[in-house]
C-alpha cells in the first residue's frame, strides 16, 4: 500500500453505534482506529433514535428471570422470513444465526468497557410476538441516561438527542402516554420533574434514547484511544488489487487519503435525505417527512455500488407515521401517530373512509402498507378517526384536545371535527356513508371483543403502552360512538431508509458475483438489512449496526466469531 497520507489499522466510516463497537473491539486488540464522521456531530442516526437494540438471551432479560435462547430467536427470524415471503438477499440463515449467537456477547462486551446499559422495558414485545420463537416481554436493551458534561470538550459534538434530559422511554411513555389511564403517571411525572430540576441546580446536562447510547460509547471511545474526526466526510474508497486498502477522506479542506492495514467499515447511515434516490427506489416517499439528520444522504450507497457492491432491499424503510400538526416542520422531530390511531377508540382509513390495516402493528409495515395502500386507493394522506372518549384520555400530537384545542388547528385545515361521522367525512372529503359503515362495522368488532378483519389487539405488542394503552381495559380496541367526532391526517415518514449493500456472516461486503470484497466491511442501514424485509421488532436496525460492527472488527483482528 502506497501513497497514503497516513496510515492506521482501521477505517471507520460514520460514527453510529456499530463505528464504536467496532472501534473498541480494535482498541482491544491493540490496534489504531479512526472515525471519519462527515457532519459536524458525533452520533449519526442513532443518536437522534430511540437507542433501541433488539438483542435476544441478553443479559438483562436472563437476569429478570425471562427464558430466552438462541433457538428461539432463530426460531423467530425463520418465521418471521416465511411469513413475508418476500426475496431479501441482505439475510440469511447463517447471517442471522451470526447475528443472534454474538449479540448478547457484544452487549457483555460493551458493558465490560464501561457501557452502561439496561434493559429497555419488562414489556415490549416482538412485533409479531405470536409467531414460534416471537418474545411476549421484551428483548430490548437501551442504555442508561448520560450527562454530556462527562464528554469534556466533546460534549457539544455528540448529536442532540430528541429528549434531552434525565428519563427512559418507558418512564416518558407512563408519564405522558396515559396520563388519565395510569394512576401512577402523575408520581412518575413528579419525579422526572424532581430528578429534572435536580440536574439544573447541579448543572447537569443530561440526555437519554440514541444520544444516550452514543455519548457513552463515544466516551469509551474517547478513553480508549479512537482517533474521532468530525467533519471529516469520505468521497471514495481505494481499491487495490481487489482489496479496500483505505480511503479519501479531507483535512484542513484538502484531499487526504488514509490507509487501512486491516480493512473499511462502512456504517454511514442510509439515504433518507436523498430525494432523487428516494424517487428511484422508493418512489411516493418524501425527504421532508424523514426524521433522520441532515447527512443522511447515500453518497456510501452510491460508492459501494460504485467499486462492485450488490445493493438490495433498497425499497425499505424504517417507517415512522406521522400527523403533520401546525408547525411541525420546525419541530426537531414531527408529532408520531403510531400510538395514536393504535389506542381505543380510534382507527386509520384511507380517503375512501375504508379501514385497511391493524393500527396496532409494526410501524414499518404501517407505513409500507400505507405506501402500497396509496398505489390502488389514494391513500396519504389517511385519516386517524376519533371520538370524544379517545379525547378525554388521550393526546393528539402531544396535545389533550378535549378542554382547549391549540392555536390553528382548526383554522389551517389540520383537525377536522363534527358532531356526526357523516359530518366529519364531508370535512375530509370522504363518502359519508362509506365512513359512516366503516366506523359501524368497527363498532360491531368492539362490541364483540375481536378485530374481525386485522386482528387488532390480538398480539402483545398491540396492547404494549407505545401502541395501545396496557393500563385500560380495553387496551387496544374502543368504540367510536360519542360525538364530537375528529380526523387528522397521517402520513407515511421514515426515522431510516433500511436498505443497502449486502454483507455476508462477518460484516463482508459482496459483490455482484457473489464473492467478498477483501478488506472492505459494512453495517448498520448502509447495509441490506440481517431481518430481511421486516423490522421484527424495537431496536431491530439499531441493535444490527451494533453487533456487526463488533463481528467486522472481531474478524478483520483475528479473533474468533464462532457460534
Known sequence: MTGFDEMVDWVVVGSGAGSMSSALVMRDAGKSVVILEKTPFVGGTTAKSGGVMWIPANRFMLADGDDDSVDAAMAYLDAVQVVDGHPAPGTSREKRLAYVSQAPRAVDFLVGKGVALQRGATFWPDYYDELPGGCKTSRTVVAKPFDRKELGPWRDKLRKGFAEFNVTLVEGMEAQGHKRTNK????????????????????????????????????????????????????????????????????DGQPWRVGARLGVLVNAGGFAQNQAMRDRYIPGS?????????????????????????????????????????????????????????????????????????????????????????????????????????????????????????????????????????????????????????????????????????????????????????????????????????????????????????????????????????????????????????????????????VFGYIAARDAAGLDNQP
Not at 444520544?211 to 474526526?229: E, T, W
Open 184 to 251: 401512577a403517571s402523575g408520581k412518575m411525572l413528579l419525579r422526572i420533574v424532581g430528578r429534572t430540576i435536580r440536574d439544573l441546580l447541579l448543572g447537569r446536562k443530561y440526555t437519554t434514547a440514541g444520544a444516550a447510547l452514543q455519548g457513552r460509547m463515544l466516551k469509551a471511545a474517547l478513553a480508549a484511544g479512537v482517533d474521532v474526526r468530525v467533519d471529516a466526510p469520505v468521497s471514495e474508497i481505494l481499491i487495490e488489487g481487489g482489496a479496500a486498502t483505505g480511503v479519501v477522506t479531507v483535512k
Open 286 to 546: 418524501k425527504v421532508e417527512w424523514s426524521q433522520t439528520p441532515e447527512g443522511d444522504t447515500g453518497e456510501m450507497h452510491r460508492e459501494l455500488e460504485r467499486i462492485g457492491g450488490q445493493l438490495a432491499q433498497m425499497d425499505q424503510l424504517v417507517g415512522y407515521q406521522m400527523t403533520p400538526a401546525p408547525g411541525w416542520e420546525a419541530l426537531y422531530v414531527a408529532p408520531g401517530a403510531q400510538s395514536l390511531t393504535g389506542k381505543p377508540h380510534a382507527i386509520l382509513v384511507d380517503q375512501s373512509g375504508t379501514r385497511f390495516m391493524n393500527e396496532g402493528g409494526s410501524y414499518e409495515l404501517y407505513c409500507e402498507t400505507m405506501r402500497r395502500r396509496n398505489e390502488t386507493v389514494p391513500a396519504i394522506p389517511s385519516w386517524a378517526i376519533f371520538d370524544a372518549q379517545y379525547t378525554a384520555l388521550y393526546a393528539v400530537a402531544g396535545q389533550y384536545i378535549d378542554k382547549k384545542i391549540p392555536e390553528n388547528w382548526v383554522e389551517s385545515g389540520y383537525l377536522h371535527r363534527a358532531d356526526t361521522v357523516e359530518g366529519l367525512a364531508q370535512s375530509i372529503g370522504v363518502d359519508p356513508a362509506m365512513l359512516a359503515a366503516t366506523v359501524a362495522r368497527w363498532n360491531g368488532f368492539v362490541a364483540d371483543g375481536v378485530d374481525g378483519d386485522f386482528h387488532r389487539g390480538e398480539r402483545a405488542y398491540d396492547k404494549c403502552g407505545f401502541v395501545g394503552d396496557p393500563f385500560s381495559e380495553r387496551s387496544s380496541i374502543g368504540s367510536i360512538a360519542k360525538g364530537p367526532y375528529y380526523a387528522v391526517p397521517v402520513l407515511p415518514g421514515d426515522v431510516s431508509t433500511y436498505g443497502g449493500v449486502v454483507t455476508d456472516a462477518r460484516g463482508r461486503v459482496v459483490d455482484g458475483a457473489g464473492g467478498v470484497i477483501a478488506g472492505l466491511y459494512a453495517t448498520g442501514v448502509t447495509t441490506a438489512s440481517v431481518m430481511g424485509n421486516v423490522y421484527v421488532g424495537a431496536g431491530a436496525s439499531i441493535g444490527p449496526s451494533m
